[in-house]
């Protein structure tokens, strides 16, 4: 009997996280459509939720002595772009915003 090959932990943890951003950024694309968010709010949020993900991941590498050599960071931006082709121009103008802020119906909170 063949015998199946187990992948590594780190590349499943992987996999799971890829799936899981990927399918945030698909609610935030519904949100976006129905005119709920918008797209740079989406990709905004999309970021935010996957560095949130990918600190988790570094946190269990470092508890599991493990080094991977996946980063979740190009799946990350992929999303945030699918959501907002603006999104980089759009980082780059909150990062020099002092202070950042969210406008909600023209009023900046």
């Known amino acids: 009997m063949p015998q199946i090959e187990q992948k590594p932990r780190s590349r499943v943890l992987f996999e799971l996280a890829t799936e899981e951003i990927r399918n945030y950024g698909y609610k935030r694309a519904s949100d976006v459509k129905r005119g709920a968010e918008t797209p740079a709010l989406a990709a905004l949020l999309v970021e935010k939720y996957g560095q949130g993900i990918a600190k988790v991941l570094q946190l269990i590498e470092e508890l599991d002595d493990e080094r991977s050599v996946f980063s979740l960071l190009p ?30 119906a023209g009023t900046c909170i």
């Open 75 to 104: 799946i990350i931006q992929e999303e945030a772009l699918r959501l907002d082709p603006q999104f980089l121009s759009n980082r780059t103008a909150r990062w020099g915003a002092r202070p950042a802020g969210i406008s909600i």
